[in-house]
């Protein structure tokens, strides 16, 4: 069951009705008292939380569910307008799990929705992730390009892991510096790119299945 709050019937009826349809269970709520409400009877896997709500605001509902240990690991989504609410939000070492600005395309939503899901499982004892000829030992913090090791930083490593839990999916470069630097990190988004260049020259071959998205990010997937 993923549980949304969000105010406006229009956005939050689309929400639920984009989850059903992807073979989520799902429920909307207007405003924090009624998500409560509800949150009592039954644990959600996943919230999706917009900011600007009558009453309590966003963010105050996602401080309360992190510092209940009852909620405190369910995954949270801030869903926020884009512009200066969206970087400010990102600025703040809030605690949510994942950022999406609106408005969003739907097939991006329910990616990233999957994405985090499948994140916060629980880590199986040999947790391998890869594309291609790359392949990623999350345990034994080991990268192969076709069989043959290549030495990372510890930085490169997480970036990698980072772009290959999410493939196919455009990580904004504030989103790659907050989690990989961390949200107090006042670095530049440069930061990212300069790592991104040299991960990219250690993979050698495998290095061009990480994709430059002009003006946003980066992304890493089978080239088109
Ligand atoms: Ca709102």
């Not at 309590?56 to 512009?83: C, F, H, Q, Y």
Request: aromatic letters at 8%; glycine letters at 8%; proline letters at 3%.
């Amino acid at each position: 069951m993923i549980y949304c709050v969000e105010d406006e019937r229009n956005i939050r009826e689309l929400i639920v009705y984009t989850l059903e349809t992807s073979g989520f269970e799902a429920k909307g709520f207007a405003s924090g008292a009624e998500f409560f409400q509800d949150l009592a009877l039954e644990k959600p896997e996943l919230i999706l939380l917009d900011i600007m709500l009558p009453g309590e605001d966003g963010l105050e509902i996602l401080k309360k569910l992190k510092n209940s240990t009852n909620t405190k690991d369910i995954p949270v989504i801030m869903v926020t307008a884009r512009g200066a609410e969206y970087d400010k939000v990102l600025g703040l070492d809030s605690g949510a799990d994942d950022y999406i600005a609106k408005p969003f395309g739907m097939m991006e939503f329910v990616a990233r929705v999957k994405a985090l899901l499948r994140r916060s499982k629980k880590v199986p004892s040999n947790r391998r992730l890869g594309i291609g000829k790359l392949e990623l030992d999350v345990n034994k913090h080991v990268v192969t390009v076709d069989g043959e090791e290549t030495v990372l930083t510890l930085k490169e490593f997480q970036l990698l892991q980072y772009l290959l839990e999410n493939v196919g999916i455009v990580l904004s470069r504030d989103q790659l510096l907050a989690h990989i630097w961390g949200y107090d990190f006042d670095g530049e988004t440069r930061t990212v790119d300069v790592h991104i260049r040299t991960l990219r020259q250690k993979l050698g071959t495998c290095g061009e299945l990480i994709e430059t998205v002009r003006g946003v990010g980066y992304r890493i997937g089978e080239p088109r």
